[in-house]
């Protein structure tokens, strides 16, 4: 059960970062891009997939590499073990903040140029997972207080850390890979889709940092204030 519920929350906060104005906005565009360059629509449906895949193999690498550098340090271990609870309340309350908008900072992006990004959509599903993998790393403020405040500590704190990252990836995938489905069997109304989704995203995500900042007083309360 435990498995299945932090599984089900890295998944959560990959489908709220994926949706988040900016992410989703770059993804869709990719996709759209990529499918202009592809007639058979089989091959915009593996292009996008590839694309998905290529966004999982990024976070799954990025995590992995923060918790095994983290956790390999005998030093760092025990700190985390013996401060981490009494530290999850406040990450979970500034999280909150950064979903609702509370807390804004601008983050230096990961950007390629025109002719590059024509060069990887000419090279079919390998581009198109080099496309995902790059995007993936071109974090807004909201996606990176999500995967760095609150994916991160969900995964130091769980047996199956190092697989979270990867399924967190599968969730900022999934609104990607409808979408290329959606181009590939000829939808047209893609934008009114896009608002649609657009005002649902503004919703959960303020929804969900309520959340957040809730739990995030109640673990305060508990190991920090120890008021229960």
């Not at 804004?104 to 198109?128: D, Q, R």
Request: with cysteine.
């Amino acid at each position: 059960m435990d498995f299945l519920i932090v599984c089900l929350s890295a998944l959560w906060l990959g489908i709220l970062t994926s949706v988040s104005p900016c992410p989703l906005a770059t993804n869709i565009a990719a996709v759209s891009f990529l499918s202009k360059k592809i007639a058979h629509p089989f091959y915009v449906f593996l292009n996008g997939l590839s694309y998905t895949l290529g966004r999982m193999l990024a976070y799954a690498i990025l995590g992995w590499l923060i918790i095994h550098s983290l956790l390999s340090v005998p030093e760092v271990a025990q700190f985390l073990q013996k401060y981490f609870v009494k530290a999850l309340g406040p990450l979970l309350i500034i999280t909150g903040f950064f979903l609702l908008e509370i807390i804004t900072i601008k983050l230096p992006g990961i950007s390629i140029s025109h002719k590059h990004h024509n060069m990887l959509a000419e090279s079919g599903v390998f581009g198109s997972f080099a496309l995902g993998f790059i995007f993936a790393l071109a974090f807004c403020p909201i996606s990176a207080a999500l995967f760095f405040g609150s994916l991160i500590p969900l995964a130091l704190n769980s047996k199956v850390g190092t697989l979270l990252p990867f399924v967190y990836g599968a969730g900022t995938g999934l609104p990607v890979f409808i979408f290329a489905v959606a181009i590939a069997f000829g939808v047209t109304s893609l934008s009114h889709w896009f608002h649609k989704i657009t005002k649902i995203e503004y919703y959960t995500r303020r929804i969900t940092g309520v959340i957040f900042i809730l739990v995030g007083l109640y673990y305060s309360g508990i190991y920090v204030l120890k008021l229960f």
